[in-house]
């Protein structure tokens, strides 16, 4: 939806469960945000800011997963005062790392870890905010890429999709004229099946990708897996090698 153009549009960014990473890289702008400053207004954004403006807001960047009845219940509130909703970084569009919480007992957890587990309110899952409201767009990564970030303000600001790719970190490989560390050298590597966003910044170190960035939007995840199989991996290492960064959406795809 267009911002009408008489007034300056409104940016709220909002955190639920995270690490705060996204925010960050959103802040590590610097030059960028300066040049954004004459044509938005951010009314809450409190890792910048204690002062906070009421919605309804017309961008809103939301940071985490739900993992309380609570986060439940301020998403909801958040989206009826947002007219446009983003999802940033893997906690928000897939859930994050804590949601390798959804393979085991919730309250075994509570129980070790917490001297009063009477006192620690949690759901039994880590969840994205697509699992509860309407999303109007996701931007992988953890964290996300500060180029696809502007990416999406200035899209939003013109009116227009954003121009962010759906192809895989392979892509980017060839792109930047890089030796496949599987073929060369035997390395596991995620890049095949994950979405494209960081540069391909661990092949280009000669480490195999991690999949920050989620599954891409076209995956073979069942050829994925006889490949890691071939190159050594054993079934506990390829489910592990999986259920990192993007726990819950590698998880929805097929397996063989």
């Avoid at 959103?26 to 044509?39: I, N, T």
């Avoid at 917490?114 to 309407?134: C, E, G, K, N, W």
């Amino acid at each position: 939806m267009p911002v009408p153009q008489e007034r300056t549009p409104t940016v709220a960014v909002f955190k639920l469960a995270s690490c705060d990473g996204c925010q960050l890289t959103l802040l590590d702008c610097e030059d960028e945000l300066l040049a954004l400053a004459g044509r938005v207004r951010f009314a809450h954004f409190l890792e910048a800011s204690s002062a906070v403006e009421p919605g309804p807001y017309d961008l809103t960047l939301v940071e985490g997963s739900v993992t309380t009845s609570a986060d439940a219940e301020r998403i909801r509130a958040i989206r009826q005062e947002s007219r446009f909703l983003v999802t940033i970084g893997a906690c928000a569009t897939a859930g994050g790392i804590q949601a390798l919480r959804n393979f085991g007992d919730v309250e075994e957890f509570r129980r070790t870890v917490y001297a009063r587990p009477d006192y620690i309110d949690t759901l039994a899952t880590s969840t994205p905010v697509s699992a509860h409201v309407d999303v109007d767009f996701e931007l992988r990564g953890c964290p996300i890429d500060r180029g696809q970030l502007l990416e999406v303000i200035t899209a939003h600001l013109a009116g227009r999709k954003p121009g962010i790719p759906s192809h895989s970190v392979c892509f980017e490989c060839k792109r930047r004229g890089m030796v496949c560390v599987t073929v060369a050298h035997g390395t596991p590597c995620l890049g095949p099946v994950t979405h494209a966003g960081c540069g391909a910044i661990c092949p280009a170190y000669g480490r195999g990708c991690y999949g920050c960035f989620g599954p891409s939007d076209s995956v073979n995840l069942p050829a994925q897996i006889r490949l890691l199989r071939h190159d050594g991996m054993d079934e506990r290492d390829v489910d592990r090698f999986l259920h990192t960064f993007n726990t819950a959406a590698f998880d929805e795809k097929p397996t063989p």
